[in-house]
């Protein structure tokens, strides 16, 4: 399988804290990785290095065999983000723009496409999460599960080579959670690469290609969810997935 | 009671020439506060290195100072070091750092309520940080932030009248001015004060059709 993502010994400190302590994670092409851990565990800051939204400390990143991205190298982190979509718990659609402006903006303002073109794009990306009559609705008209969609679709037309999710369907209705776990089982199936971090052990066990534990800013253990559902290792493992399973 | 209304008739040409002072120096300042606020506003909130430290000496310099010594400054003061400006502009000068103070701060105080995640949202879909400020942020921050520019921009209308002290024709100094020729104080300043009323409601309704204009979007 083609190398999608590279991490090497990644450090990320905020002052004297360090939250992620030296991580090394492999994804390849059209792998879904699901992490999994404690809150507090570094995991949401480890894929938030990934696009550069927060600035390693040490390490490198390497996207789809490109350029080796040092930490502290401002401006080819900036770069990887061009590769990369994020999709967030709290949607963040611009609220004084239609579904629609949301989508195109950015295809638009970086040249990616002609405002047509991106229209176009954005309502075929549209209906295939069930939204298109809601291309001109504003984002406070829809549902926390439509704002989710639409954030997931927003990231889409920006093509991106890997996909995160930072705990996607945390602050949905429970009824609406299920809309956008389908949207991701899709482009799962479809060969996106994505790494979602998430609480959802049923989306993990059933869609993810391997599972990460993630605990005190490390990798503890990582398999396929057959194994690690089944049959993890660490006790450190054993113990979180005892306390969320039961 | 003595009350003329037959002389405000006669005299209404003088006063209309006087709103039309009024209007036109307000709006030009009113227009080139906005610019200044945003700018300022910007500058601040990005911290940009010297010109957020001048923007905040600049607006403790005018929320601390008289308005009308700061006209003072502009129109007596300025031409001893070489820069003389109309009466017209000096007036639209003085008004426009006057409000301009007020407007960067009402512009910073909107800024701030944007939310931090609006930022990394753009940062993801690798929108350019001047993409981030002109097309997301500042359109949300001004949704907040229009009742307190419109609190501004009636103070600047108001203002508008400290302009008769260096004699720029306006509607105050129109009225003073005849006062001074024919005596009817009771006349003149209940015609202007009905002026200036109006001429704030109009402003304050057509702002208020803006913002109900822009809020359509939030409102579900």
Known sequence: MKPMLTVRDLHKHFGEHEVVKGVDLDVSEGEVVVIIGPSGSGKS???????????????????????????GNRRALARLREDVGMVFQDYTLFPHMTVLANMTLAPVKLKRASRAD???????????????????????????????RVAIVRALAMKPRLLLFDEPTSALDPETVGDVLNVMKGLAAEGMTMIVVTHEMGFAREVADRVVFFADGRIVEMGPPSQMFTAPKEARTQQFLHSVLH | MD????????????????????????????????????????????KIPLLAQFVALYVELIRNTPILVQLFFIFYGLPAIGMELSLFWSGVLCLSLWAGAYQVENVRGGLATVEYGMREASMALSLKPIHYFAL????????????????????????????????????????????????????????????????VAVLAALTGRLSA????????
């Open chain 1, 45 to 71: 800051t480890f894929i938030r290095c990934l696009n550069s939204l927060e600035e390693p400390t040490a390490g490198t990143v390497v996207i789809d065999g490109g350029e080796s991205i040092q930490a």
């Open chain 2, 136 to 199: 997301v942020a500042l359109p949300i921050a001004f949704r907040t932030s229009l009742p307190a520019m419109l609190n501004t921009a009636i103070s600047l209308l108001k203002n508008s009248s400290y302009l008769q002290a260096i004699g720029l024709a306006e509607l105050t100094f129109v009225a003073v001015d005849r006062i001074a020729t024919d005596f009817r104080a009771i006349e003149m300043f209940s015609a202007i004060c009905v002026i200036y009323l109006a001429l």
């Open chain 1, 118 to 148: 991106a229209e176009r794009e954005a309502l075929a990306l549209l209906e295939r999460v069930g939204l298109q009559h809601k291309a001109d609705g504003y984002p406070s008209e829809l549902s926390g599960g439509q704002q989710q």
């Open chain 2, 3 to 46: 009350f003329d209304f037959d002389y405000l008739l006669a005299q209404w040409p003088a006063l209309l020439d006087g709103v039309l002072m009024t209007l036109r120096v307000s709006l030009l300042a009113i227009a080139a506060s906005l610019v200044i606020g945003v700018l300022g506003g910007a500058a601040r909130v990005m």
């Open chain 2, 213 to 220: 204009h822009l809020q359509r979007p939030f409102q579900h």
